[in-house]
């Protein structure tokens, strides 16, 4: 069985993360779970938010698959239960695990929208309490990595978070891959965000960019539809690699380690080879940063995840054999669970087996400073009961879905005269219809 330190997975927050941790003036507009004609949302400064369990489909018949899991109980346990997580992960060979935030976003860029940002701020330092306090300790020894987010929009005040977070335990930072499309300063911009890249660079701390952090993603037609998006996906990657790579952070900071996630990496040395030979070419009128080329940079400061890319890995030599980690995915749809060693047995066919030990977890290990957890777990009686389960039955986890507690239930008010509360969807957010709702009950809209 392969031993896998898993650098890609994802948390689907439960519905007490911030209404327990907030202080009590903060408790009626910080996020909160509620439930409205059959649906439930993340309710936050008057608004409702589209994403419950965004793509948390693992454990579930691919046919049953769609990118937005309405309920809880549309969602396995391991999803938002720590105890079912890790029943879950080493019952596929997974002895560490990374994840990022779903709904403050993949690099924590929800609370940059906050009107109140002291109320912002306090929601960061709940969720990384939450993943500190509770989640991580949650699971066996070595599970559960500690990554952070921090407060984006003042990066002052991040790096001081960043700090109280590392002094109790914190191995990662959570970050967006690029922060001009949320409008915010560029990578390029001198001095802006140096305070972040230094604290990280001090305590030896990664800084995790996830695809799709920025909140911007290729889209060449919109008539296509989510499958060609998701099969642009590495695109994504490819931008912000590039993007930071010619940048002024990597000579200023040339120890801060930066990692992608679930870009893939079988495009990494085509487009290091065209950094390094138009740099070369144009950086008499364009200027450069350092005299390291674009691939020395790579190799020295930055790393890349992959997850089913048999073809990928086979160019490990020209990508760098300690550049590499692996991930799973848990609980989106790139997840090979319930069959990821099956998965991993593809990708690791003819890899050297030094090779395979680096990018299983030794390079993980090396990078984020970690002890994966107890090798034995994975053979313990509850772990090996659940993998058999899950060898007789795929779907096992289905089984397992409840209600969960601290959801606020919502009923409509459908007097005359009053203002109609059905949600709508307005781009990404619900927000309430507010028509005027009429004799026969229904409103101007027709709700």
């Not at 400064?45 to 109980?73: I, Y």
């Not at 990066?155 to 978070?161: H, Q, S, V």
């Not at 030990?357 to 313990?380: I, T």
């Amino acid at each position: 069985m392969y031993k896998l330190f898993s650098v890609d997975d994802h948390i689907v927050e439960p519905a007490d993360v911030w209404t327990s941790r907030v202080p009590a003036k903060f408790r009626d507009s910080a996020p909160r779970v509620v439930e409205d004609d059959g649906r439930e949302f993340w309710e936050y400064e008057g608004q409702r938010g589209l994403t419950m369990g965004l793509n948390a489909v693992a454990g579930l018949p691919r046919e049953q698959w769609n990118s937005e899991p309405a309920r809880f109980t549309d969602m396995i346990p391991g999803c938002y239960d720590p105890k079912e997580r890790a029943n879950d992960l080493l019952s596929q060979g997974v002895l560490a695990s990374v994840s990022f935030p779903t709904l403050p976003r993949f690099g924590g860029a929800l609370f940059t929208t906050f009107k109140d940002k002291e109320l912002a701020s306090a929601c960061v330092e709940a969720w990384n309490d939450f993943i500190l306090d509770e989640w991580c300790p949650a699971g066996p020894p070595g599970l559960f990595v500690p990554m952070i987010i921090c407060q984006l929009w003042d990066p002052t005040l991040a790096a001081k978070e960043i700090e109280r977070c590392v002094a109790k335990g914190a191995k990662a930072l959570c970050f967006v891959e690029n922060g001009t499309p949320l409008g915010l300063p560029s990578f390029h911009q001198e001095g802006h965000w140096e305070p972040i890249w230094q604290v990280a660079q001090d305590a030896g701390i990664p800084v995790c960019m996830h695809i799709g952090s920025s909140g911007a993603v290729p889209v060449p037609d919109p008539q296509a539809g989510l499958g060609l998006l998701i099969s642009l996906g590495s695109v994504a990657g490819i931008l912000a690699m590039a993007n930071l790579l010619l940048s002024p952070v990597p000579a200023k900071f040339p120890e801060l380690k930066i990692v992608w996630s679930e870009a893939g990496i079988g495009w990494i040395p085509a487009v290091l080879e065209r950094c390094d030979r138009q740099l070369d070419r144009h950086h008499f009128h364009t200027g450069r940063h350092t005299d390291a080329s674009p691939s020395e940079i790579f190799r020295r400061q930055m790393y890349a995840c992959m997850v089913e890319e048999p073809i990928g890995l086979k160019l490990w030599e020209l990508i760098g054999e300690h550049n590499i980690f692996s991930e799973t995915d848990y609980p989106h749809a790139d997840t090979p669970y319930p069959e990821t060693q099956r998965a991993y047995d593809e990708v690791f066919d003819g890899i050297p087996e030094r090779v395979v030990e680096l990018v299983s977890h030794g390079n993980a290990e090396r990078v984020f400073d970690w002890q994966m957890a107890d090798e034995e777990l994975l053979m313990s009686p509850d772990v090996s009961s659940w993998r058999s389960t899950l060898v007789a039955d795929p779907f096992a986890a289905m089984k397992l879905r409840h209600d969960v507690a601290g959801i606020d239930h919502v009923a409509h008010q459908r007097t005359e005269g009053s203002t109609c509360t059905e949600m709508m969807l307005v781009g990404a957010m619900y927000e309430p219809c507010g028509a005027i709702v009429g004799a026969d009950g229904r409103c101007g809209n027709g709700h």
